[in-house]
Each structure stands twice: as C-alpha cells, then as structure tokens.
C-alpha cells in the first residue's frame, strides 16, 4: 500500500509541475568541501536536444585560449553548454526562470556567452568584464557557475541587463564550501522558477553525505545525484526497495536524471599554482543512467577519444548513440502519456543486472586508472599531454553494454 501511494502521488505530480525544455541540475564544491582541495564544477544537463557530443576548439582569430566543450549535435558552431579553456577557467549554466520578465527581445544565448568567455577569460574578473562589455540585452536568463585556477569560484545570476555574484568562497553564503543551483535564482522573484523540488533533492542528497563526512568526488557525484532516484517530495528512493516498484515502472518526474537529460559533467579544477592543464572534465553523454563517465583534457587537443567526438559519418559521437539506444528501452512507450513513465527495472533491479548496475565496474575502472595517471601528472607538476594517449587505451566507452 505504501508503494502505491508513492505511486498516486508522482501522477499528480505530473499536474502540478510542467517541464521547462531547459531545465538543468548543478553544484559548485570549493576546495573547502573536497578532500584534495581541488574544485568541483557540476553541470547535470537538461534539454530538448539529446544529442551531445565533446569538441575541442583551438587557438584562432576569434579565440585567444583552446578549449574543449559539450556541445549539440547538430551545432554548427560558436556555443558551448559546459567546457574548461587552456587557462583552466571552466563554465556552465542552468536556466533560470524567475529573474526578468518574460518577451524579451533576444533569448537563449547561454551557449554563446559561455562560449565566448572560454575564448577569453582566465579568472572570475575577466568573465565580470566580459558580462559588463557585451552588448544589452544578453538575451539570458541564467545562473553561470564559474571556477578558475585562482581558486575563484562562484555563481552569477544575469539577466538581459544586469548580473549579480553569488561567491561560494564568501562563508556567509556557502559555509559549507559548496553552492548547489537548479531553475531558479537566490536573488529573483520568490516563490517563482523552477526546479525546487530536484534543488531540495540535491540539496539533501548533498548535505547527508556532508554531515557524515563523506568526500565530495566527482565519483560520488554521477553515483549519487546524477544516477539518484530518490524524491524529496515523497521522501522515497526507488533504489531502497527496487523490487517494489510495481511492474518496473514508475512515473519520471522531479528525479534528478529524467528524459530530459542529455548529458553529466563534473570538471575537477586544480590547486592554485597547479598546471591549468591539469583540470579534467569528466563527461557522461546522454542519459547518466545509461552512460559511462570518460575524462576529457583540453591538452589532449585534436587527439581527444573517438568515441566522445563528432564521428566520420555525421554529427553525432558514438558515445552518445550507444547510451541512447539504451535510453530508448528504458523509455520505451510514447504513447500520448505513457512517455511520462520509465522502466525503471532495466535501470536497477534486485537481479543486480540493470544498465547502472552493469556499467558500475566500467566507470569504477575508469576512475581507477585516471586516478592513478593523474597522481603522476600532479607529482611531477605539469600535464604531461603525450601520455593521454596511453591513458585512452585502458579507458572504458561501455562497448559491451547493450
């Protein structure tokens, strides 16, 4: 009876709360909550295009620094939805929907602003400068997560005309050491936005691993937030009593991951001082439940992982293609409102051989042998770009996974 209730109560959930097409869920954990004290920037993307791929971008006359972002499929250029530059200046957004009203003239510039600020900025001041110079209205209503190698970390809440900077060094804001962001601003229109209900999911998520102590790693991020199901609504996790969920199915609404979702970063900064090159942007296309974290470095330049770029025969990365195919059993009816439920069973189940449960070891290797290599790049200083290509050879993709 229970279980049913927690049923019922998801359908109406469905009433009250429609799905913005741009509706991401992102954290900013300073070197203050993480047990290297290297940063941590999470960008948990939701949108109306699935098809992501990583590109890397070089020096060029309208770039001053390389670097590589996450990108849409069909993009034919000039906006980046998460990415980390030369300089290890690393940025990201959600959509924000309580800061200026609505009909504006321009829109959805997000991508382009993050994209010029990769070209260009080193630090927190010099994307304050950028805000300040570009032409108004921005055509945004957003939150940027910033970090950079000066230790500089931080949220910025703008709109058509204006910003403001939420500090997540400043302990008055974030004495905890981390800032966490959903679809709505700390500084707009109360009560209005969305995404509080997948904010109070993070958030507590978040907080319970941090009251025991727990390390914050990019790791436990994709394991516990971009891969929870748990409802803060209905104060239940599916994963608790997975051969509960009636049939295997169960409604896809307010958890973190949704059908939404088209991809999971968490770039790891560096120390000051540290080689910029040195960051990683670790990266799961598609749907997080289905996919597989691989570390992206902007030093590996064109030689980026195959698998994780535009491939030979279109726009689309085979990293992306495979994680979809499973994503597409998962939501597998998209009948009028049957494309609101997921089977849930092929995710995780007690038989232990859902697509999470499978791809699990995978990663767990990848986070292995990428800890091991950056050990030795952090021991000796500098990123050593040569070996990457020794480090690509022992990474895992999920190929076995159907």
Same mark, same amino acid.
């Given at each position: 009876?229970?279980?049913?209730?927690?049923?019922?109560?998801?359908?109406?959930?469905?009433?009250?709360?429609?799905? &913005?097409?741009?509706?991401?869920?992102?954290?900013?954990?300073? #070197?203050?909550?993480?047990?290297d004290?290297?940063?941590?920037?999470?960008?948990?993307?939701?949108?109306?295009?699935?098809? !992501?791929? =990583?590109?890397?971008?070089?020096?060029?006359?309208?770039?001053?620094?390389?670097? $590589?972002?996450?990108?849409?499929?069909?993009?034919?250029?000039?906006?980046?939805? /998460?990415?980390?530059?030369?300089?290890?200046?690393?940025?990201?957004n959600?959509?924000?929907?309580?800061?200026?009203?609505?009909?504006?003239?321009?829109?959805?510039?997000e991508?382009?602003?993050?994209?010029?600020?990769?070209?260009?900025?080193?630090?927190?001041?010099?994307?304050?400068?950028?805000?300040?110079?570009?032409?108004?209205?921005? #055509? =945004?209503?957003?939150n940027?997560?910033?970090?950079?190698?000066?230790?500089?970390?931080?949220?910025?809440?703008? !709109?058509?005309?204006?910003?403001?900077?939420?500090?997540?060094?400043?302990?008055?804001?974030?004495p905890?050491?981390?800032?966490?962001?959903?679809?709505?601003?700390? /500084? #707009?229109?109360?009560?209005?936005?969305?995404?509080?209900?997948?904010?109070?999911?993070?958030?507590?998520?978040?907080?319970?691993?941090?009251?025991?102590?727990?390390?914050f790693?990019?790791?436990?991020?994709?394991?516990?937030?971009?891969?929870?199901?748990?409802?803060?609504?209905l #104060?239940?996790?599916?994963?608790?009593?997975?051969?509960?969920?009636?049939?295997?199915?169960?409604?896809?609404?307010?958890?973190?991951?949704?059908?939404?979702?088209?991809?999971?970063?968490?770039?790891?900064?560096?120390?000051?001082?540290?080689?910029?090159?040195?960051? =990683?942007?670790?990266?799961?296309?598609?749907?997080?439940p289905?996919?597989?974290?691989? &570390?992206?470095? =902007?030093?590996?330049?064109?030689?980026?992982?195959?698998?994780?770029?535009?491939?030979?025969?279109? !726009?689309?990365?085979?990293?992306?293609?495979?994680?979809?195919?499973?994503?597409?059993?998962?939501?597998?009816?998209?009948?009028?409102?049957?494309?609101?439920?997921?089977?849930?069973?092929?995710?995780?189940?007690?038989?232990?051989?859902?697509?999470?449960?499978?791809?699990?070891?995978?990663?767990?290797?990848n986070?292995?042998?990428?800890?091991?290599?950056?050990?030795?790049?952090?021991?000796?200083?500098?990123?050593?770009?040569?070996?990457?290509?020794?480090?690509?050879?022992? $990474?895992?993709?999920?190929?076995?996974?159907?």
């Amino acid at each position: 009876m229970k279980i049913r209730y927690f049923s019922i109560c998801a359908i109406l959930l469905i009433l009250l709360e429609s799905i &913005p097409s741009m509706a991401c869920t992102s954290a900013i954990f300073t #070197g203050k909550s993480t047990p290297d004290g290297r940063p941590l920037l999470w960008k948990h993307r939701d949108t109306g295009e699935l098809n !992501n791929r =990583v590109e890397f971008f070089p020096v060029s006359k309208e770039r001053k620094y390389s670097f $590589i972002g996450l990108v849409n499929s069909p993009s034919e250029g000039g906006e980046v939805w /998460t990415g980390t530059n030369s300089e290890g200046f690393s940025i990201m957004n959600t959509a924000s929907y309580n800061l200026q009203e609505k009909n504006a003239d321009m829109e959805d510039q997000e991508g382009v602003i993050m994209y010029k600020a990769l070209s260009c900025c080193r630090n927190l001041k010099d994307f304050e400068k950028l805000l300040d110079r570009l032409p108004k209205p921005l #055509g =945004v209503e957003a939150n940027f997560g910033v970090i950079d190698v000066e230790g500089g970390a931080a949220y910025y809440e703008v !709109n058509n005309y204006e910003w403001r900077k939420v500090d997540a060094n400043d302990p008055k804001v974030a004495p905890e050491g981390f800032l966490i962001y959903t679809n709505h601003s700390y /500084t #707009g229109r109360i009560n209005e936005g969305s995404g509080y209900i997948r904010y109070a999911t993070a958030k507590s998520l978040i907080y319970s691993n941090w009251i025991k102590g727990g390390d914050f790693s990019p790791q436990w991020i994709f394991d516990n937030l971009s891969r929870s199901f748990y409802n803060s609504i209905l #104060g239940y996790d599916l994963k608790d009593n997975p051969s509960a969920v009636m049939g295997g199915w169960f409604v896809d609404q307010d958890f973190i991951p949704r059908r939404s979702t088209s991809a999971s970063i968490v770039v790891k900064g560096v120390n000051k001082g540290e080689d910029p090159l040195l960051t =990683v942007m670790w990266t799961v296309l598609g749907y997080p439940p289905c996919g597989i974290a691989v &570390p992206m470095f =902007v030093a590996a330049g064109d030689n980026q992982p195959a698998p994780m770029v535009k491939g030979s025969e279109g !726009n689309n990365c085979r990293m992306c293609d495979e994680t979809l195919q499973r994503r597409a059993s998962v939501f597998s009816n998209q009948r009028s409102n049957a494309k609101n439920y997921f089977h849930f069973s092929l995710l995780f189940n007690s038989d232990g051989n859902g697509y999470i449960q499978r791809l699990k070891p995978l990663e767990k290797s990848n986070f292995s042998v990428t800890e091991e290599f950056m050990s030795k790049q952090y021991e000796n200083g500098k990123m050593d770009a040569a070996s990457l290509v020794e480090l690509y050879k022992k $990474i895992s993709f999920g190929d076995l996974i159907k």
